[in-house]
């Protein structure tokens, strides 16, 4: 009720707030037809009180529930205030004031002029208990008095400090005066509210970022197209889209943005991150297609900010390895500030998890976790197997209900959400990400596939890629891998840094993934390292994290390059993108600055201010008798593949990961 009438002062609507306590809990119950208002016909349950309910000292006196009163204070409690003689043993002279409100007095005994005592004091009815020193400098212990309030007089007995015997007895001498209370003409301080941001915490910013006409001049723009790395050209951004790539560009009203000695990119695309998620892994089953990431999708998570100051503006959230058919991903442009709803990707393919090696056959988690099947390498193939297999019977038993002619007298196919992923896989409308490492399972899972007519789309991971590119590019298969991520689990130990070179020399879609909030801040460099492990192009690397993810993802027609009309995803670097001292100074989604690195150092200090208004809020709450109460924060957790708990990340011995899948 304390913090529910603050919630009053700062502005809630009194008759919104008693709702909130009554009619609305009853509409949302559906039993407004019994409860939550005053009117004939419902159940008698109601309050009575001494003032209103949202003022401060109001007292319920009687909660009555189907009728029947239960008293919680006394509504016809004598009013005891006045001012009283008490003679306290065998000493005289002192004097009991009672003043206050007449259902919670103040009471105070003048033993001298200099020494007035306030005593504790509980009362039930008319019996009254005071608990005080009469000299709180040389009394050894407190009086305790028992007293009953009776005609004008309050008569008792009790110990004193030295457990001695002692008479109570207060006479009233003068009946309390109302005192007629004056016309409050001060202006009340308004409560300081800080400011609504989005997102509502840190690096908020107070209006969401809007489409603009944005007019980027004398840039150096990486086209990943066919005109490759242009000098000296200006980009125009208009409704959300690339509108025009040429030199000596303009547009009426557009913000111009000098790109002088600048590079001008696509926003990175990561096909591999575990982000902005409440949860990552469903591990309980092998098989938990069922499972939609976008369900679990935190729109607050300070690591879309970072990203978004490293140049990532889209990324594919996956579900995590512990499974061998994992849950489906939330594809999302990293809209700081927006809904999670809003963020999504609309209008494209579906995709989802699969995993192979150690992480599956629970190699990793210890004896006590090993109970799940399979635990085997072998076994993880039979999953794969039954799992579809069942997929197709399933699509069978629909296909058969929906064109039998009796289908009015039929019942159908029980649904599972699990096996209707599994058919879209079928079909051509979900296609597979799927975590792998070592040559023999790839193979496996590529000949799996092709024996009950899928396909797998990207091989992430893929640390052995290097061995059966051939094959990958047969099946039709992307690969998204580490630039040099190596010997942190034994399926890895064959590892080189020379994977993504070799894979896209012999022709494999190839990108550069992070798997790990802190790499994704780098990708670029990651891009770079490309070059020096294959000698692979600018040009070439740069693609492997913008383009060739977005054809992963299906979006190259839409995203991945900059061409007149595309989506306005580009990012504004002040030196090479593949550099070590590059840095972002603008990240824009659809024609939108979601990350502006002079507007960042504003919202630092915004930050600073913020922190130190609320801790100033704090120490005057301390100061006003507010009670102290221990801050309990929680430190965000990095999600990775292997990450078995919400917020958390447990695997093996208890271990916390480092990085993904490692095991420990």
């Known amino acids: 009720m304390t913090n529910l009438r603050k919630a009053v002062e700062y502005g809630l609507d009194e008759k919104a707030a008693l709702a909130a306590l009554t009619s609305v809990p009853a509409q949302l119950l559906k039993v407004e037809d019994k409860v939550g208002s005053l009117k004939p016909g419902l159940l008698a349950n109601f309050l009575i009180t001494s003032d209103n309910i949202f003022k401060d000292g109001s007292i319920v006196y009687e909660n009555w529930v189907k009728g029947k009163k239960y008293v919680l204070a006394d509504l016809a409690v004598a009013d005891l205030r ?35 005592v306030t005593p504790k004091v509980s009362r039930s009815g008319n ?9 709180p400098k040389k009394d050894k212990g407190d009086t305790r008095i028992s007293a009953l309030y009776d005609k004008n007089t309050i008569k008792g007995s009790g110990e004193n400090g030295e457990g001695t015997y002692t008479s109570f007895l207060a006479s009233l001498k003068d009946a309390y005066k109302e005192t007629p209370a004056k016309a409050d003409t001060a202006k009340k301080a308004v409560p300081e509210l ?14 969401k970022p809007k489409t603009e006409t944005i007019l980027i001049k004398n840039a150096t723009v990486w086209t990943n197209e066919k005109g490759g790395i242009l000098q000296n050209t200006d980009v125009l951004l208009q409704n959300g889209k690339i509108a025009q790539v040429g030199k000596n560009l303009s547009s009426t009203g557009a913000k111009v943005i000098d790109g002088t000695g600048k590079h001008l990119t696509n926003g990175i695309f990561d096909e591999h991150s575990h982000i902005a998620l409440v949860s990552v892994n469903e591990g309980t089953q092998s098989v938990s297609a069922e499972v939609r990431m976008e369900d679990v999708v935190n729109p607050e998570d300070v690591n879309i900010y970072r990203q978004l100051a490293g140049g990532v503006t889209s990324s594919q959230l996956l579900h995590g390895s512990a499974n061998c058919i994992g849950g489906q991903s939330a594809i999302i442009k990293l809209k700081w500030g927006e809904t999670a709803e809003a963020m999504k990707i609309k209008n494209m393919d579906g ?8 992480n599956v056959k629970q190699a990793n988690w210890g004896d006590r976790a090993r109970i799940r099947f399979p635990q085997t390498r072998m076994g993880v193939e039979q999953v794969m197997m ?27 196919p029980r649904r599972d959400l699990e096996l209707d992923a599994l058919v879209e896989i079928l079909n051509k409308k979900r296609f597979i990400t799927c975590h792998s490492y070592v040559q023999s399972e790839i193979n496996m899972l590529m000949k799996v596939a092709d024996s009950l007519g899928f396909k797998i789309n990207t091989f992430t991971h893929i640390l052995e890629g290097y061995k059966v590119a051939d094959k990958m590019k047969a099946h039709g298969a992307s690969g998204s891998t580490f630039s040099d991520w190596w010997a942190y689990k034994m399926e890895v130990k064959e590892a080189i840094p020379f994977n993504a070179a070799l894979m896209s020399k012999v022709g494999i879609n190839t990108s550069i993934n992070s798997d790990d909030a802190e790499m994704a801040r780098r ?7 490309t070059v020096l492990y294959g000698g692979i192009s600018e040009e070439e690397a740069w693609k492997m994290v913008t383009l060739n993810p977005a054809k992963m993802m299906h979006l190259d027609s839409r995203m991945g390059s900059i061409k007149a009309g595309k989506e306005a995803d580009v990012v504004l670097w002040n030196n090479n993108p593949l550099s070590v001292y590059a840095k972002p100074e603008k990240s824009i989604i659809d024609g939108a600055i979601y990350f502006d690195i002079e507007k960042d150092l504003v919202l630092r200090e915004k930050i600073a201010s913020e922190r130190n208004r609320l801790i100033q809020k704090m120490l005057s709450a301390k100061a006003g008798g507010a009670a102290t109460v221990k801050p309990e924060g929680k430190k965000a957790k990095l999600m990775h593949c292997d990450t078995m708990e919400e917020g958390s ?6 271990a916390e990961t480092t990085h993904s899948d490692s095991g420990k």
């Open 194 to 207: 800080g400011k609504i941001t989005f997102p509502f915490g840190t690096y908020g910013s107070e209006e």
């Open 127 to 135: 019996l009254l208990t005071f608990i005080f020193k009469t000299d």
């Open 523 to 529: 990708l670029n460099q990651e891009a770079a390292k």
């Open 351 to 358: 995709f989802i998890k699969f995993a192979l090696g150690e």
């Open 82 to 116: 006045g001012n009283y003689d008490l003679i306290l043993g065998s000493k005289s002279g002192l004097k009991l004031n009672i003043s206050g409100k007449a259902e919670k007095p103040e009471y105070q005994i003048i033993v001298t002029d200099s020494i007035k």
């Open 649 to 654: 990340v447990i695997v093996g011995a208890d």
């Open 386 to 412: 039954d799992a579809f297999l069942r997929a197709k019977e399933y699509e069978k038993s629909w296909n058969d209900y929906n064109k039998a002619a009796n289908k009015a007298s039929l019942t159908p």
